[in-house]
Antibody, heavy 121, light 108 residues
């Protein structure tokens, strides 16, 4: 079955960048969009954007445009989320999730375990 | 931007029925998906395309969507159903995925 395994927790200083990885297995990685979702401390789920590992095409939530980059390495079935210029409000758990229908326009049917990122001076 | 409105909390006694609503402008014309999210775990898809249950999700979970309100219904609620529940749509106008604010289900 589909499985997404994310990289471990990170602690970063304000202004720094973080890159979270999401390794896929159990399905054809290039056939599904990958969504990225975050949950800031005490907040709900928030969609950050999507990427297609085959084409490299991306779409970012307006809130994160200019500060987020989503990429993939199809040779190792891994998606990446990079967030730059971190601020304390970015302290959150970040999730990757497979678009179940193949397209980001639908639902997410398989999620990574989450990566906690703490931004603190 | 498209906004989905959920009640912050819903409480129900074990064995009873919980109804969690998700309000949005003409949401009935959108496809609504629902997730269960327990603390420290990854979200789990419980309903997709308004009312379809993924494999492995109990029949106690059902959904509907009409007009300006989508509803997740959990029948014969169990203690293990206690979690946050989120509705989600894809808004074509903005090409954005949108989540509701989430509803905390408490089993009394």
């Amino acid at each position: 079955q589909a499985r997404l395994v994310q990289s471990g927790a990170e602690v970063k200083k304000p202004g720094a960048s973080v890159k979270v990885s999401c390794k896929a297995s159990g399905f054809t990685f290039t056939s599904y969009d990958i969504n990225w979702v975050r949950q800031a401390t005490g907040q709900g789920l928030e969609w950050m954007g999507w990427m297609n590992p085959n084409s490299g095409k991306t779409g970012y939530a307006q809130k994160f445009q200019g500060r987020v980059t989503m990429t993939a390495d199809t040779s190792i079935n891994t998606a990446y989320l990079e967030v730059s210029n971190l601020r304390s409000e970015d302290t959150a758990v970040f999730y990757c999730a497979r678009a179940g229908s193949g397209f980001h326009t639908g639902y997410s049917d398989s999620w990574g375990q989450g990566t906690r990122v703490i931004v603190s001076s | 931007s498209y906004v989905l409105t959920q009640p912050p909390s819903v409480s129900v006694a074990p064995g009873k029925t919980a109804r969690i609503t998700c309000g949005g402008d003409d949401i009935g014309s959108e496809s609504v998906h629902w997730y269960q999210h327990k603390a420290g775990q990854a979200p789990v898809l419980v309903i997709h395309y308004d009312s379809d249950r993924p494999s492995g999700i109990p029949e106690r979970f059902s959904g509907s969507n009409s007009g300006n309100t989508a509803t997740l219904v959990i029948s014969r609620v169990e203690a293990g159903d206690e979690a946050d529940y989120y509705c989600q749509v894809w808004h074509s106008g903005s090409d954005h995925v949108v989540f509701g604010g989430g509803s905390k289900l408490t089993v009394l």
